[in-house]
């Protein structure tokens, strides 16, 4: 069964830095990418970062050269660190996993963890 956890939300004024992780647990394939979405306030859950399978990262322009996204496979955990945060990156961070099955690529949620930077 797979399970994805996040930590490492909290409060943080404009300008400061957050580092939220994601522990799974679960997959017994390689063949599987991961990533970041988040709620913000009142509106739909957005795509942030995704991390893929060979490593390359990619990301939402609104975190572009402010956010990194990283893996440990080994230790089965994913990362976002989140630098020059702005009120507008508050909100509900939520780890994905996409896992491709013999049933097809399946989609795999946590629970998430808060982001606020009050303005």
């Known amino acids: 069964q797979v399970r994805l956890v996040e930590s490492g939300g909290g409060l943080v004024y404009p300008g400061g830095s957050l580092r939220l992780q994601c522990d799974y647990s679960?997959?017994?394939?390689?063949?599987?990418?991961m990533g970041w979405f988040r709620q913000p306030p009142g509106k739909q859950r957005e795509w942030v970062a995704t991390?893929?399978?060979?490593?390359?990262?990619s990301y939402a322009d609104s975190v572009k050269g402010r956010f990194t996204i990283a893996r440990d496979s080994d230790l089965g955990a994913m990362y976002l660190q989140m630098n020059n945060l702005t009120p507008e990156d508050s909100g509900d961070y939520y780890c994905?996993?996409?896992?491709?099955?013999?049933?097809?690529?399946?989609?795999?949620w946590g629970r998430g963890t808060q982001g606020t930077s009050p303005s």
């Open positions: 991390i893929a399978r060979d490593g390359a990262a």
């Open positions: 679960g997959i017994i394939t390689s063949d599987y990418s």
């Open positions: 994905i996993a996409v896992v491709v099955e013999f049933r097809g690529p399946q989609d795999y």
